[in-house]
Nanobody, 124 residues
Framework: QVHLVESGGGLEQAGGSLRPSCAAS????????MAWFRQFHPAEREFVAA????????YYGNFAKGRIAISRDYAKNTVYLQINNRRYEDAAVYHC?????????????????WGQGTTVTVSS
């Protein structure tokens, strides 16, 4: 079993930057990939980015390309999400998900583990 805990959300002005993080614990050796999804409504989650634990090429949702970057620290079992030039539409709860499967994709149902999320708010 893997336990994921997100942190680093907060309130920032539009145009600023933020870097939420996700720390994994438990059976982390079983993880193949980790991803970020953001939630606007209880039943709707949007894919942001994914990366393999071994550091393969990241995979991004279309809106995230060029403005948002995912990275990982293998030694710390931690994944980061750098959000630059924040926009009002970035306001959401950001969830970290993990999977032992051999893929890093945008399908929420393919991920076995997920955290409680961290809230990102954008002010004027």
């Amino acid at each position: 079993q893997v336990h994921l805990v997100e942190s680093g959300g907060g309130l920032e002005q539009a145009g600023g930057s933020l870097r939420p993080s996700c720390a994994a614990s438990g059976d982390t050796s079983s993880l193949y990939a980790m991803a970020w999804f953001r939630q606007f409504h209880p039943a709707e989650r949007e894919f942001v980015a994914a990366i393999t634990v071994q550091g393969g090429a990241p995979y991004y949702g279309n809106f995230a390309k060029g403005r948002i970057a995912i990275s990982r620290d293998y030694a710390k079992n931690t994944v980061y999400l750098q959000i630059n030039n924040r926009r009002y539409e970035d306001a959401a709860v950001y969830h970290c998900d993990g999977t032992p499967g051999g893929f890093a994709n945008s399908r929420r149902s393919d991920y076995s583990y997920w955290g409680q999320g961290t809230t990102v708010t954008v002010s004027s």
